[in-house]
């Protein structure tokens, strides 16, 4: 009997250790077993690579108005061995505007939903664990900007500033931090009346302590995944604004203000319009898929669900 309990007696601190590493490379593994995710990582850091590295990527550049780029008659050249995604209605290459533009896309998307993430997070935190006229106060708020259409907001917004690529990330930001703020105020609300929260209180534990050590801590995954989804949510709406006229402006090269200008030539030349939005959709579908992979992966609850 007694040869029997000592294995068990010292297998015990092997087994809990350090589980936390074993996790973190469970979670990795569970998101590349995903083939969409995995996809849409691929495609998301292509994308990133040609931004960063657009002048070693782009064959032109992007506001050089070619002689040859143009037909006889002044149309846009269509896709060919010199200019492979054809060139636009002022004889510029639109291979290199894309690229170009996917820069303009990015710094908006990672710039606006990063302001956003950070003023809903700390919005939804301040109201959910403070509560009383505080709550009150933020969440009203919160209401009356959630009661405008996003969209007719960022235009209002837009119209009245000065057109510029922060601007518009800053318009962009003012619109998108309430779905971040509704989240995580539920969330730190449902914490703030968790027991360990109230031992830590009533053992005289200081705010700080208790906001970074014990309810940060369980935002985080929340935060990462409707971050991720946010930044699809930026590049769609900085599309729309500068195809409406009102976002970046040219000539800075847009994946929006690309379709703006060439908009007319719609059915003569449909790859101007065609190539910017399939770049579109392909970064803010890829993000999509991400961070539904990621929410899936660091949320336990949604372990076995489809």
Do not use: C
């Amino acid at each position: 009997m007694a040869t029997d309990a000592k294995p068990d007696a010292m297998a015990l601190p092997a087994e809990t250790a350090g589980p936390s590493e074993p996790r973190r490379q469970g979670a990795l593994q569970r998101l590349l077993r995903r083939k969409l995710a995995v996809v849409a990582l691929v495609t998301i850091v292509l994308i990133v690579g040609a931004a960063v590295f657009a002048p070693l990527v782009a064959p032109f550049d992007p506001a050089e108005q070619y002689f040859d780029g143009l037909t006889l008659e002044g149309a846009p050249l269509p896709p060919g061995e010199r200019f492979w995604l054809g060139t636009d209605l002022l004889g510029r290459d639109l291979l290199s505007r894309l690229i170009y533009g996917a820069q303009t896309s990015l710094i908006i998307g990672l710039v606006a939903n990063g302001i956003a993430v950070a003023v809903g997070a700390l919005v939804g935190i301040l109201a959910g664990f403070f509560r009383g006229w505080v709550e009150t106060v933020l969440m009203r708020f919160t209401d009356l900007m959630m009661a405008f259409p996003a969209l007719l907001l960022a235009i209002t917004l837009a119209a009245l500033f000065r057109s510029s690529l922060w601007i518009v990330a800053m318009v962009i930001a003012m619109v998108n931090w309430v779905q971040m703020a509704r989240v995580v105020y539920t969330e730190t609300r449902s914490l703030a009346e968790r027991e360990f929260i109230v031992a830590e209180r009533a053992m005289g534990a200081g705010l700080g302590r208790i906001l970074f050590r014990h309810i940060l801590p369980h935002l985080v995954s929340s935060i990462v995944v409707f971050g991720t989804l946010g930044i699809s949510t930026t590049v769609l709406l900085e599309a729309t604004l500068s195809y409406l006229g009102i976002g970046v402006q040219p000539p800075t090269p847009s994946w929006g203000n690309i379709i703006y200008e060439n908009q007319t030539y719609f059915t003569s030349a449909p790859w101007l319009v065609f190539f910017p939005g399939v770049a579109i959709i392909a970064l803010a579908l890829s993000f999509n898929l991400l961070g539904d992979a990621l929410r899936e992966v660091l949320d336990p609850t949604q372990k076995g669900r489809h």
